[in-house]
């Protein structure tokens, strides 16, 4: 389930568009002077960057505006920031995850692995490259988001707490990632509460929370206002992520853009396959989890069992479950009808594609 179908609809995202120009515009002159080569990356991650509804920056822009924030030029430096994480994560991801595709184009690493084959290097050798790349390109993003981040004016208290939240949203981010790994090389799946950790802290902390929060920050809100959005980017996006788990076994693959095995295949730890593991079912399939060669044939008898044993209905339903406290957490009178108004199709549009 892409993110840039959860519709925010502020004002701003013009002068968003415009801090990310200017950052890539400047970069790009300072690397042309290094050499052809370290210009053409950064126009890669330019492209790579390029094209998104800019989800977060939305969820900025939207707590800022209608928390009484006015100065939108400072604020989308501040959404710009957090566009800019979200690229260096998805590059470092698609090196994690050893894809050289996404959205049916060549990523960074998939870019550079095809220059280096035309260079004539052994396949191997390009995959290497292409990986380097990715993991550099990633590196610059991440880098840049705190620059973005230095040039918002504000209070010294308030620039430390905007560089605080957003040190978390990395911080969260990279256990997430870790956590992911750790729990693969365990052929056990793990308890519920530990897959919903690691989607708090892939999903929720940098997507979510971090935004909202960044947002009110700036804007001068209450620190209860604070900390109501962040409990609601909490739960919205363990939401997001335990139904994006469900749509990438069961949803359609024109609408996701990726195949609907592949996490099967890759063994992905979800609340789908948590709940059939303590269920009888889980000894008929329990072999073809993770295994890279498994068939579209495969595939679809695992889907049987997951309906059969009533895993799907489970997770359609804990999704669900979350985003109903999600929505509980703008129930206060300390956050305005407005922007309550704005954040409830983040929710809605959660449950509406699982159900």
């Known amino acids: 389930m892409d993110m840039d179908t959860l519709l925010v609809e502020p004002v701003g995202l013009e002068q968003v568009e415009g801090a990310l120009d200017r950052l890539f515009d400047e970069s790009k002159v300072r690397a042309a002077k290094v050499g052809p080569g370290y210009h053409g990356l950064w126009e890669t991650l330019e492209r790579c960057t390029a094209g998104g509804k800019r989800f977060r920056p939305r969820l900025v822009m939207s707590a800022y505006q209608m928390l009484g924030g006015r100065d939108l030029d400072n604020a989308a430096g501040v959404g710009a920031a957090f566009e800019l994480l979200h690229t260096a994560l998805i590059v470092h991801d698609d090196v994690i995850d050893r894809d050289f595709v996404r959205r049916g184009i060549p990523n960074v690493s998939g870019r550079y692995r095809s220059i280096a084959e035309s260079a004539g290097m052994s396949p191997e050798a390009a995959r290497h490259v292409g990986f380097s790349a990715g993991v ?210 983040v929710v809605s549009a959660v449950v509406d594609r699982v159900h």
């Open 136 to 345: 550099i390109a990633g590196d610059l993003a991440l880098s840049n988001a705190y620059r973005l981040l230095e040039r918002v004016e504000a209070p010294p208290a308030v620039r430390r707490r905007l560089g605080e939240i957003l040190d978390e949203a990395v911080f969260a981010s990279a256990a997430g990632e870790f956590l992911d790994i750790e729990t693969s090389l365990d052929r056990s799946m793990p308890p519920l509460e530990d897959i919903v950790q690691m989607a708090r802290l892939k999903t929720s902390v940098y997507s979510f929370e971090g935004p909202l929060q960044a947002g009110a920050v700036l804007a001068g809100a209450e620190e209860e206002v604070v900390d109501r959005l962040g409990d609601f980017g909490r739960d919205a996006g363990i939401a997001y992520q335990i139904a994006d788990d469900l749509l990438g076994v069961f949803g359609n693959e024109t609408r996701t853009g990726k195949t609907n095995w592949g996490d099967l295949r890759e063994g992905k730890r979800t609340a789908l396959l948590s709940y059939v593991s303590s269920r009888p079912e889980w000894e008929s399939i329990s072999a073809l989890i993770g295994t890279p060669g498994m068939s579209a044939a495969e595939a679809d008898y695992v889907r049987r069992v997951l309906v059969e044993s009533g895993a799907k209905d489970y997770s359609a339903d804990l999704a669900a479950d979350y985003a109903s406290r999600a929505r509980t957490h703008l129930e206060s009178d300390v956050v305005p009808s407005a922007l309550r108004s704005a954040l409830e199709p």
